[in-house]
């Protein structure tokens, strides 16, 4: 069964669901936001806070994106050096092979 918990937003209250056991994780998150929420406020001229709620949901998803993409390539290059490891090993491998 979900939890009700509180949070706050840009000086508003919410009451919101939370699963058992991820209410650290929830607060964290609004936390999060509201962060980016109150650094959208102070740096743009806007006031309405639907408006600041989308930057500030457009700035979270280019940032996720944007880490998304430097994941990859982490990835992608952490199997390149797996990959001329094994081939590396295979050769020394061979190497030691009697008859050789």
Do not use: W
């Not at 990959?83 to 491998?93: F, I």
């Amino acid at each position: 069964m979900h939890k009700s918990m509180d949070i706050r937003l840009m000086d508003r209250n919410y009451k919101v669901n939370c699963p058992p056991g991820q209410e650290i994780a929830l607060q964290q998150a609004a936390d999060r936001l509201n962060t980016k929420l109150e650094t959208i406020r102070g740096m743009t001229k806007l006031s309405n806070p639907e408006q600041i709620a989308v930057m500030a949901a457009l700035n979270l998803c280019h940032e996720f994106a944007q880490q998304e993409k430097q994941q990859q390539q982490r990835i992608a290059d952490l199997e390149e050096k797996l990959q001329l490891l094994q081939a590396t090993l295979e050769q020394a491998m061979a190497d030691q092979r009697p008859g050789r």
